[in-house]
T-cell receptor
């Protein structure tokens, strides 16, 4: 079956603009996660969804970051008023349940000019 | 809180030589442990995992890892390196129990294979 799909694969935008990143998890996976991968910070957890609820948003770096999940499937990570420090690869992962191995997408490489 | 330390940000081996990538963890309870591999411009692929039971875990592509509680280690090995093994490898940990779904990653080790 299909793996985790993320779009776009690359996004270049100007500082101050809003961006939306999309994640299509593996069908049937109830748990969904967003991570950020940057040179300075490595891989950082951002947010976890169980179904459409986000019981753990502790990794979101500021209130400019938000995420939602609809229909227990697709998730969107939104960054408002982007800053240069937001430049990173944003990875989405999904799993059958919270205690099952996470499967990752190829990521969205975000570059803020 | 848990943490992961990967010794060596860059490891080079000759083709056919032993691969050894080191991972040590810190955790208040016995953790679940994972190794992921990342090829350029791709996401992370699960190589192997340890949850409970046998401490020697075999994964894909000929890799294996051994959980050593006394040493708080989970080193990754492969007897004979192949050119296709060149990639970045991440050790990760999470804690069993309700609410412990975050993966905490090490900084990664980039493996180069010399022909």
């Amino acid at each position: 079956g299909a793996g985790v799909s993320q779009s776009p694969s690359n996004k270049v935008t100007e500082k101050g603009k809003d961006v939306e990143l999309r994640c299509d998890p593996i069908s049937g996976h109830t748990a969904l996660y967003w991570y950020r991968q940057s040179l300075g910070q490595g891989l950082e957890f951002l947010i976890y969804f169980q179904g459409n609820s986000a019981p753990d948003k502790s990794g979101l770096p500021s209130d400019r970051f938000s995420a939602e999940r609809t229909g227990g499937s697709v998730s969107t990570l939104t960054i408002q008023r982007t800053q240069q420090e937001d430049s990173a690869v944003y990875l989405c992962a999904s799993s059958l349940a919270w205690d099952q191995p996470q499967h990752f997408g190829d990521g969205t490489r975000l570059s803020i000019l | 809180a848990q943490s992961v330390t990967q010794l060596g940000s860059h490891v080079s081996v000759s083709e056919g030589a032993l691969v050894l990538l080191r991972c040590n963890y810190s955790s208040s309870v016995p953790p679940y442990l994972f190794w992921y591999v990342q090829y350029p411009n791709q996401g992370l692929q699960l190589l192997l995992k340890y949850t409970t039971g046998a401490t020697l875990v075999k994964g894909i592509n000929g890799f294996e890892a051994e959980f050593k509680k006394s040493e708080t280690s989970f080193h990754l090995t492969k007897p004979s390196a192949h050119m296709s093994d060149a990639a970045e490898y991440f050790c990760a940990v999470n804690l069993p129990g309700a609410g412990s779904y975050q993966l905490t990653f090490g900084k990664g080790t980039k493996l180069s294979v010399i022909p």
